[in-house]
């Protein structure tokens, strides 16, 4: 066969081949597991539909009856999951000031198996503690304030952005139309970081990374969130690399809705530390050989951390102008000596 008409051959065949390459590439990527976040981080904001008795679970949040229900989305595949579920109002303080409850759904470990999605069975809600655009705009603000840790902290929980649409099984002509976000379960954070979750009490600053803890003192301390609290594991999760039970404990900040950066309405200042109001920063880390590291980590942050806000596509403008201005004086300070000789005292909880 001559050299030219087997090139010529070649030619032919390889973008046949090369098509058989990429549907078998698609097709392995498609039956591959994956988690409920993997498959809906492809969009900003993931339109997902409910079906269960929601009307009664608002009505009667207190009594942490369990309802049963549908979970529906789309992949970036056009593949379409419908996943039973159990919802269950959860929470403390929102589901007590709170007309609409934040919410835990658990799926049915057999139906992730059948739809080969992997099995991290829970996922939290947080929804507008009511329903009104000032709510919303709140909840984007928590939300912005996941997004900010993430940009300072590699141990973070990864949170992802919904259009929620609830169908209430009972009465049908009843649809609420909810923006929410899903905040990643433990379980997952534990398998996608090869670490163990450690829940006790009681625990010091000397248990703890010691870098790792000052960024989120100091992360705190930006947003003025004095809702959380050491030894008592309080809004904070605990893990450590699996394969080292002597290894430092990691925190894992969540629920920022105390915050002055999110200025909840129903938000009151911490007397354990005679705040005067939720936007008045209080440090509450220990002082140790990373805290210049750590403020020059912000300094060199601020950019992008602006930006976030800037560019955040949920955000009111209102909320953005505000946002950056209750962030001014923060950065202001770790630029000068005696600001930040006065704000990082060496306070420990």
Not at 308 to 330: C, H
């Amino acid at each position: 066969m001559k050299l030219s008409y087997l090139l010529f051959l070649i030619s032919l065949l390889l973008p046949i081949f090369t098509l058989g390459q990429e549907l078998a590439q698609d097709t392995l990527q498609k039956k591959k597991k994956q988690s409920l976040f993997s498959l809906m981080e492809y969009q900003e904001v993931m339109p997902v539909t409910i079906c269960a008795d929601i009307t009664s679970m608002i009505e009667e949040k207190f009594d942490q009856k369990e309802r049963v229900g549908l979970f529906n989305f789309t992949d970036s595949l056009g593949e379409e999951f419908t996943l039973p579920i159990r919802l269950e109002a959860r929470g403390k303080t929102r589901l007590v000031r709170c007309d609409v409850p934040p919410v835990m759904v658990y799926f049915d470990k057999p139906a992730l198996k059948e739809q080969r999605v992997k099995d991290y069975p829970k996922l939290k809600v947080v929804v507008p503690c009511f329903q009104d655009s000032l709510a919303e705009d709140l909840l984007y603000r928590e939300l912005l304030v996941y997004k900010l840790y993430s940009l300072v902290s590699d141990y973070h929980f990864r949170v992802q952005a919904a259009e929620l649409t609830c169908l209430d099984q009972i009465s049908r002509d009843t649809t609420h139309i909810l923006p929410a976000f899903f905040i990643e379960s433990d379980k997952e954070y534990r398998k996608r970081t090869d670490t163990e979750e450690v829940n006790e009490f009681s625990i010091n600053w000397s248990d703890l990374d010691p870098e790792q803890a000052q960024i989120t003192a100091v992360f705190q301390y930006m947003i003025s969130n004095t809702d959380w609290k050491i030894d008592h594991q309080h809004n904070l999760k605990y893990f450590r690399n699996d394969k080292d039970e002597d290894a430092p404990l990691v925190l894992l900040p969540y629920d920022f809705d105390f915050s002055g950066l999110v200025n909840a309405n129903y938000a009151k200042p911490n007397p354990d530390y005679l705040q005067e109001s939720v936007r008045q920063r209080i440090y509450l880390g220990k002082k140790n050989k990373f805290l210049n590291k750590t403020i020059q980590l912000f300094r060199d942050k601020e950019a992008a951390i602006l930006a976030a806000v800037e560019e955040d596509p949920n955000l009111s403008e209102g909320s953005k102008k505000d946002i950056k201005s209750f962030l001014t004086p923060f950065f202001e300070c770790l630029k000068k000596k005696r600001k930040r000789k006065r704000a990082f005292r060496n306070f420990e909880q």
